[in-house]
Nanobody, 124 residues
Framework: QVRVRESGGGLVQAGESLRLSCAVSGITFHRVAMGWFRQAPGKEREFVASITWNGEMRYYGDSVQGRFTISRDDDKNTHALQMNNLKPEDTAVYYC?????????????????WGQGTQVIVSS
């Protein structure tokens, strides 16, 4: 059984940083691409960042480019999203996702396993 679990969400002030982590089990981690999506109340799910199975390519949504960094640690079967200079508009539930397909990594359709989400709130 594949499990995807996020951690690290919380409440921060604008301008501060937060690091989200995602642990994956039940799957050969070094062969899957990983990604983050987020959904704010009343809005559609939005692509945040993704990283290919070999870590060679990283993709970012326009709204987080330059502020967020995605990374992976294959030895620990985890990957992380470092979020700097957070803004109130970054407030959302953040979802970690795993892709055995390894393509369409900017769209939710490209991911086949999902976590339950972790809340991030950025106060102004």
């Amino acid at each position: 059984q594949v499990r995807v679990r996020e951690s690290g969400g919380g409440l921060v002030q604008a301008g501060e940083s937060l690091r989200l982590s995602c642990a994956v089990s039940g799957i050969t981690f070094h062969r899957v691409a990983m990604g983050w999506f987020r959904q704010a109340p009343g809005k559609e799910r939005e692509f945040v960042a993704s990283i290919t199975w070999n870590g060679e390519m990283r993709y970012y949504g326009d709204s987080v480019q330059g502020r967020f960094t995605i990374s992976r640690d294959d030895d620990k079967n985890t990957h992380a999203l470092q979020m700097n200079n957070l803004k109130p508009e970054d407030t959302a539930v953040y979802y970690c996702a795993a892709s055995t397909l390894n393509y369409n990594l900017k769209w939710s359709e490209g991911f086949d396993y999902w976590g339950q989400g972790t809340q991030v709130i950025v106060s102004s």
